[in-house]
């Protein structure tokens, strides 16, 4: 009588098909879900704009600057500062979060 054995993992079965169907799906849900995101945060900004006339200012002399920046400096240029900008504040949010957890493992150390 004779055995079967098994070496390596086993065939998943997958196909490129599948494949391609998961990531079409995944897309999907990251375009629907940043869609909703924006729409909530254009009409957030509409109600703001309309109630608030500080919100009203300031919001317009940023809108002008940038534009500003974008007939000076091109479209790319523009994106590129707005990223750069996104990107720090999150660096900066990290770097906090990052000394909060090495103080509380201090304090939870010393306890």
């Excluded at 494949?19 to 629907?32: D, E, K, Q, S």
């Excluded at 509409?46 to 200012?57: L, N, S, T």
């Excluded at 091109?74 to 590129?80: A, D």
């Amino acid at each position: 009588m004779g055995y079967k054995v098994k070496r390596g993992s086993t065939p998943t079965g997958s196909t490129i098909k599948d494949m391609l169907t998961a990531f079409v799906r995944r897309m999907i849900v990251v375009i629907i879900v940043l869609a909703v995101m924006v729409t909530i945060g254009y009409v957030c900004f509409q109600i703001a704009y309309e109630r608030f006339p500080v919100f009203a200012d300031a919001a317009d002399d940023l809108l002008s600057m940038i534009k500003g920046f974008y007939v000076k400096h091109g479209l790319w240029t523009t994106l590129g500062v707005i990223s750069f900008i996104c990107i720090g504040v999150w660096a900066i949010g990290e770097e906090t979060n990052r000394k909060e957890r090495r103080k509380d493992a201090m304090n939870e150390m010393m306890k």
